[in-house]
Every structure is written in structure tokens, then in C-alpha cells.
């Protein structure tokens, strides 16, 4: 049977679109992944397919003395993932990006492994940048970031197929929610955001009598409340109920996060992430919002966030639009590029 090796990390970000595609080869090719300690160790563990560990330099924005000692660390994080690419040998690699999936790539180009790695942003990341010229091809969600690379091509954003398989009935019965008010989804990514879950908290009493609230505020967020109709989670393992069951949605604007809200056909408010940033997500954001496809609040307007979920409610427009919008997920596409390397 001929090989897949998967590698992508540092954030959920990079990993659960791995997830979806490895899901769909399964039974076709064997697949293994190549990570960190990270956030994508646990999300593979769950897979239950093999996983080569490496320890892998992350780049600081702006001047640190921890950057000095990146070229040393890579040096040996690349070794680490020859090792593990000779170990599997795989037929391709595959790359969602994020800084743990350069060594691997850099180390397949060394062994002359084809590979081809995936951006989902509509500006590329620093990662993806410095692995494109080792890539067969740049795969991108976005139309115009191909055109930003000589080997690019446009496929789509990798999607997971169970989030279409939600019930909006009994997901609502799930969170105990009783069908009579609209529902508000709210979370801030895998982790929470704490800009979110404050400006929430702050106003959830007045919401709550209107809508029902559903708030995923990440892990150790969770904070005392007797507010009928606020029910609080600290992540949801199955999406698609949550998002079954929501009206509207208010979210960080990772590129994920995006093209799933669309594809759900979901009207949203993105809240682009602020601070320590390429600004990616406000990139992001802003092209959805141009189109009319969602709308947006800056993390220093949260204290509108009541109001924008009025407007928002109010919004036929944003409803119209989506209806007739056609993003969908680039699974297809993608696989047909992985594919290619195993006949």
C-alpha cells in the first residue's frame, strides 16, 4: 500500500485539516505524522496511526535572544525528521504548514520525497514561505494567494465532513436549550480567548434573556454562573452540534474557522485576533467582509458586542448572501493532489 506522511503543528490550526484528509485516506494508503510535543500530539494520538516525535525551534516575532539558537535547533529537528521519513518512506509528504512541518520538509527535499504543502491564509505565513521552492506545489484556500507563488495552485480549505452532520433539534436538546430563542454560539479557538470570554461575561445577563448562549471559553475557562438560557463548555469535541444548533456565531477569524462558518452557510462576527500577530486573521476577516459574507468587530470594540449581536440578528442581507455563496470545502481538490503520487 503506498504512503502518506502528514506534518503541520503549533496550533489546532494546522492540525485538524490533517485530520480530515487523513480520515478520508484511510483504508487507501497508510499514513503516519511527524509533530511536536505540541498540540497536534494529542489531536494525532486520537487517530490511532504512528507519530514520529521531534523537537522543533519556534521563531519569536520581533528580537529575542532565543532566535540565536534557532539554526542549531533546526539543524538537529531536521535530523529528526530524516530519521523518521526513513523510517516510514513514504510515497509524499504533506504539509498543513506552521513552523514543526519546515524541518520535515527541508529533510524530504534532502531524501527527494516529493512533497506539497497547504496555506490557509490569504497572506502566506513565514513557514510556508521559506518551504515553497521544496514543494511540488503550494495548495491555498484563497484564489489569490496561488497567484503569490510560482508553484502555487488553488484547491480550497481542507474540511472536516462530520461538522454537515448535525441536527439542529437534537443538538439544541443537548445544551438544554429549548428551541423557543434564537441561539448564540461564542468561542475564541481551541484555547479561548480571554478578550472574548470577558466581553461576553460582561454582557451575558442581557443577552441571555433575549437568546440562548452557547459559550465555549476553552479549557480552565469556565466560570460560575446561574444565568437561565448561558450554558458554558470548555471546548466541544463534537462541532457540529454546536454549530447545529446556533443562530449566529461570534469568533476569533482563524482561516478554519472561516471556511467552516461558510460552508455551514453560518452568519458570523469575527473578532480578528490583535496583539503579537501578522495580522493574518484581520486579512482574513476583512475579505469576508467585503463580500458581505460575515461581519466583523475589532478586538478594542468589544464593549459593542450586545449591539453587534443586534445588528447581526437583524442582518437579512448577511443571510442572503450566504445562501447564495459558494465556498465550499477543497477536500476533493486536495486529495486529487495527494493522489497523484500514489498510483
Same mark, same amino acid.
Given at each position: 500500500?503506498?504512503k ?11 492540525v ?29 494520538? &486520537?487517530? %490511532?496511526?504512528? *507519530?514520529?516525535?521531534? $523537537?522543533? @525551534?519556534?521563531?519569536?516575532?520581533? +528580537?529575542?535572544? /532565543? ?16 530519521e ?9 509528504v504533506?504539509?498543513k ?34 518551504? &515553497?521552492? %521544496?514543494?511540488? *506545489?503550494?495548495l491555498? $484556500?484563497? @484564489?489569490?494567494?496561488?497567484?503569490? +507563488?510560482?508553484n /502555487? ?48 461575561r ?32 470548555e +471546548? ?6 454546536a ?19 461558510l ?31 460575515c ?6 470594540e ?16 448577511l443571510l ?12 476533493a ?11
Amino acid at each position: 500500500m503506498k504512503k502518506v506522511l502528514f506534518t503541520g503543528g503549533g496550533s489546532a490550526g494546522h492540525v485538524v485539516p490533517n485530520i480530515a484528509l487523513i480520515n478520508a485516506l484511510k483504508g487507501e494508503a497508510d499514513v503516519c505524522y511527524i509533530g511536536t510535543d505540541g498540540p497536534e500530539k494529542a489531536l494525532v494520538s &486520537a487517530q %490511532k496511526i504512528p *507519530y514520529f516525535q521531534i $523537537s522543533c @525551534p519556534k521563531l519569536v516575532r520581533g +528580537f529575542s535572544l /532565543g532566535n540565536l539558537k534557532i539554526p542549531a535547533a533546526f539543524l538537529r529537528a531536521e535530523r529528526q525528521a530524516r530519521e523518521g521519513l526513513l523510517a516510514f518512506r513514504p510515497d509524499v509528504v504533506f504539509s498543513k504548514g506552521g513552523y514543526v512541518a519546515l524541518p520535515v520538509v527541508f529533510a524530504a527535499k534532502k531524501l527527494k520525497i516529493p512533497c506539497l504543502t497547504h496555506e490557509s491564509d490569504l497572506s502566506p505565513g513565514l513557514a510556508n514561505r521559506l518551504m &515553497a521552492g %521544496k514543494c511540488r *506545489y503550494v495548495l491555498t $484556500s484563497f @484564489p489569490e494567494t496561488a497567484e503569490k +507563488f510560482r508553484n /502555487g495552485k488553488y484547491c480550497g480549505s481542507p474540511l472536516r465532513e462530520e461538522l454537515f452532520g448535525g441536527d439542529r433539534e437534537a443538538a439544541r436538546k443537548k445544551y438544554g436549550f429549548s428551541g423557543k430563542k434564537k441561539v448564540l454560539l461564542v468561542f475564541g479557538g481551541g484555547s479561548g480567548s480571554r478578550a472574548i470570554n470577558d466581553a461576553l461575561r460582561k454582557c451575558v445577563s442581557s443577552l441571555a434573556r433575549k437568546y440562548d448562549v452557547l459559550h465555549l471559553c476553552g479549557k480552565g475557562n469556565v466560570a460560575e454562573s446561574n444565568i437561565p438560557g448561558y450554558v458554558q463548555r470548555e +471546548f466541544e469535541r463534537d462541532m457540529a452540534d454546536a454549530y447545529a444548533a446556533a443562530d449566529l456565531v461570534v469568533s476569533r477569524a482563524g482561516s478554519n474557522t472561516v471556511f467552516e462558518l461558510l460552508a455551514l452557510k453560518k452568519p458570523a462576527i469575527l473578532v480578528p485576533l490583535e496583539g503579537r500577530t501578522r495580522g493574518d486573521q484581520a486579512e482574513n476577516a476583512s475579505y469576508f467582509q467585503k463580500r458581505g459574507l460575515c461581519r466583523v468587530l475589532r478586538q478594542s470594540e468589544l464593549g459593542f458586542l450586545p449591539e453587534a449581536v443586534e445588528d447581526a440578528f437583524a442582518d437579512e442581507a448577511l443571510l442572503s448572501a450566504l445562501a447564495v455563496s459558494d465556498f465550499s470545502g477543497g477536500n476533493a481538490n486536495i486529495l486529487h493532489e495527494i493522489r497523484r503520487f500514489l498510483v
